[in-house]
């Protein structure tokens, strides 16, 4: 029997040690290959140690969960969440998610899996402190990376030029994921450079130090070098967060010296990059540029802002559970705000972890998701008879190496971990996660679960037996059955598909009519990628009507098919402007103009205001030679927010093809006194009017 214990154990320890290389993974022949690759990994590797640990669980007590605040709250906010889910707008894609995300309640699973594993099996500080390692050594290849990619030694992921102006993503294709993924790593080094120097002689010092701050150094200037401003400013708090509660919590002055030092850097530092926003350093370094436009004027700030708007009003209408996850979407387009004219037209998260999960889970999942933050403070933080004296906290970490002592963390720890917590929890009220940084996460999470159960000694919630440990090798083939099912039920049809997805949008030797075949088959698998694969059906079937190379019959088998694909998918999210809109872009491209009206008309029904959409029924009007209602839909669009240069310009243009050029001049004159930004653009179109030269 323990052959087969130390087999499956180690089996679930090798593939915990293998997370760390996830973020190294870019699958580039899948669709977004910076998103899918990873989360394919991460949750094979999280299928596999599942099911081994499993084994191990069912035969033997010492391997099942023990009573821990962190792991209850987190297994309560998964819960929650997959009620909304259920019970939410869309629930397949809520579950299951998308190719662009791989996120939804199958990736929160998978979570809550890896935290049961790791709090269960990782049992001594040994394990802990050499997988953090690991990952750490990875931050810093990925910082080499990132930094390659500066002096254009690499290509950066979304393109454009190399310098400093450039800002890095390494592997992840998006430089707000690679700058959480350093934030972890940062404040993860600083801890165990903290406890290496309590529990270490000062002989033994001198390596450990230079690894520990050699990362430091490295993922923060990697970190600057992303220019991802909220993640900067979650840095900076949490570190002056770590500083003054380590100030509080120690008799020794160096650390108050150090909290007025750096505050005072900081006050210097940002009245200097202030001061010096329009010279030439600051604009040509990435860091300096994006922290000196930080301006509640932004655009992206105000962004910002108007997708909280529209967040509070889908909580409103669903308070209590909210929509389900990956439905921010149909929110955003049923109370879109005009003002995001100019702004990207599909927004699927509000960047802002408060509403994207009061969004997701009602007030019910944020309560669970504040939960999961508040039990790990309380965990940190609460009271111990051992706090206020150094020598017995010493004696608590050595004790805690072993299983034993009255309090889980040093005061040091705490603060850093606090501080880590807070940057992380600032830096997702701008941005999102990403697997990357949830892995990060759900590990801190794992490890403070393990010292808060070693320091409780904490008993296995269930001690019954149900199988006999002489069972194990034959529960170890079931496990071993249960991994492969998991592995291709969760993971192979989704693989599949995205592979075959990528096939139908390239170039086939069988031409078009083998894309289409392509589309057909992608689309068969039923997957969480076939919203996707609708969307591009709908986008290649019009590039295949502008051909002169397609025969006829051929792109009305195209038409039929996008067509009717898209009023598939909008019958299983019917909520969705998206397809409507995109079904009537088809059979506008096709010039079945009639038909398309009904399509664009249910997607105005669904946002109504969003200008985009006007914009589509206004020159669909236009192609039945429908001047009237052509008029009366950029006429909507431009009173929704007459800011909006764009829409004014189609609704002067359609005035004056329509005969009325009296009313486009006077429409212009009353822009031009009331935003006088727009001053020059007006007056070019006032001129073309009078000069008869306009067109749409």
């Not at 130390?6 to 190294?24: E, K, S, T, Y």
């Not at 699958?27 to 949750?43: E, H, M, Q, S």
């Not at 794992?446 to 529960?475: D, N, Q």
């Not at 872009?585 to 946002?607: F, R």
Request: proline residues 3%; neutral net charge.
């Amino acid at each position: 029997m323990k052959v087969a214990q130390d087999v499956l154990r180690w089996i679930v320890i090798a593939m915990v040690f293998a997370l760390p290389i996830v973020p190294f993974i870019v699958a580039d022949g899948l669709f977004f290959p910076y998103i899918v690759g990873k989360n394919f990994v991460f949750r094979i590797l999280v299928e596999i140690m599942a099911s081994f640990w499993l084994a191990l669980a069912v035969c033997m007590p010492q391997y099942r969960p023990r009573r821990s605040w962190v792991l209850g709250a987190f297994a309560l906010f998964v819960l929650i969440i997959g009620i909304a889910d259920v019970f939410g707008a869309y629930p397949f894609k809520s579950i299951w998610s998308n190719f662009e995300r791989m996120e939804g309640w199958v990736t929160l699973a998978h979570m809550l899996a890896y935290l049961v594993v790791t709090a269960s099996v990782l049992n001594t500080e040994n394990f802990w402190r050499r997988l953090f390692q690991i990952s750490i050594i990875a931050s810093m290849l990925l910082s080499l990376k990132g930094f390659m990619q500066v002096v254009g030694l690499a290509a950066l992921g979304q393109g454009g030029a190399a310098g400093l102006t450039a800002r890095i993503d390494a592997t992840f294709g998006n430089p707000i994921y690679l700058a959480a993924y350093m934030l972890f790593h940062i404040f993860i080094a600083a801890m165990f450079w903290m406890q290496m120097r309590t529990v270490r002689p000062a002989k033994e010092q001198l390596w450990p130090a230079i690894f520990y701050c050699s990362a430091i150094v490295l993922d923060t200037t990697a970190l600057l070098l992303t220019g991802t401003r909220g993640t900067m400013l979650g840095l900076i708090g949490g570190a002056f967060l770590t500083l003054l509660l380590l100030a509080l919590g120690s008799r020794n002055r160096t650390w108050r010296y150090a909290v007025v030092g750096f505050f005072a850097g900081l006050v210097v530092f940002g009245g200097a990059v202030w001061a010096a926003r329009d010279s030439a350093i600051v604009q040509n370094v990435v860091f300096l540029n994006r922290l000196s436009s930080i301006s509640l004027g932004e655009a992206t700030v105000k962004a910002r802002f108007l997708n909280m708007g529209m967040a509070w009003e889908g909580v409103k209408e669903r308070p209590i559970l909210g929509w389900g996850q990956e439905n921010y979407a149909l929110v955003f387009d049923k109370y879109y705000d005009p003002r995001m004219y100019a702004q990207e037209q599909w927004f699927d998260r509000v960047h802002n972890s408060i509403f994207d999960w009061w969004i997701a889970g009602g007030t019910l999942g944020l309560l669970a998701f504040l939960g999961v933050f508040a039990a790990t403070l309380w965990v940190l933080w609460r009271p111990s008879g051992e706090r206020g004296s150094t020598e017995l906290s010493r004696a608590n970490v050595r004790s805690i190496f072993g299983f034993g002592g009255a309090s889980a963390f040093t005061h040091e720890e705490r603060s850093v971990l606090t501080g880590l917590l807070a940057g992380y929890f600032f830096h997702n009220l701008t941005v999102f996660d990403n697997i990357t940084s949830s892995i990060l996460f759900i590990t801190v999470l794992g490890y403070i679960a393990y010292r808060e159960i070693a320091a409780s000694a904490a008993a296995p919630i269930v001690k019954a037996v149900f199988i006999p440990e002489k069972m194990l090798p034959i529960v170890g083939i079931a496990g071993v059955i249960l991994m492969f099912v998991s592995i291709w039920g969760i993971n192979g049809s989704a693989y599949t598909a995205n592979a075959t997805l990528i096939q139908a949008m390239q170039g086939q030797p069988g031409g078009v009519a083998q894309n289409l075949e392509l589309f057909k088959k992608t689309i068969s698998y039923q997957s969480l990628g076939t919203q996707e694969a609708r969307e591009q059906l709908a986008q290649i079937t019009q590039a295949v009507l502008g051909s002169n190379q397609v025969s006829d019959e051929l792109k009305t088998q195209f038409v039929q098919l996008a067509v009717s694909e898209l009023d598939a998918q909008a019958a299983a999210s019917p909520l969705d402007a998206r397809f409507p809109l995109f079904a009537g872009g088809v059979l506008d491209a096709a010039g079945l103009y009639k038909e398309a009206t009904g399509y664009y008309q249910k997607a105005h029904e669904l946002s109504p205001g969003k200008q985009s959409i006007l914009y589509q029924l206004g020159q669909n009007a236009m192609l039945q030679n429908n001047e009237t209602d052509a008029v009366r839909y950029f006429k909507e669009a431009y009173e929704l927010e007459k800011s909006n240069f764009t829409a004014l310009k189609y609704y002067v243009a359609i005035l004056y093809m329509a005969g009325d050029s009296d009313e486009a001049l006077e429409v212009l004159e009353t822009a031009a006194a009331s935003y006088p930004q727009q001053k020059a653009g007006v007056e070019e179109l006032m001129q073309e009017v009078k000069n008869k030269t306009l067109k749409l």
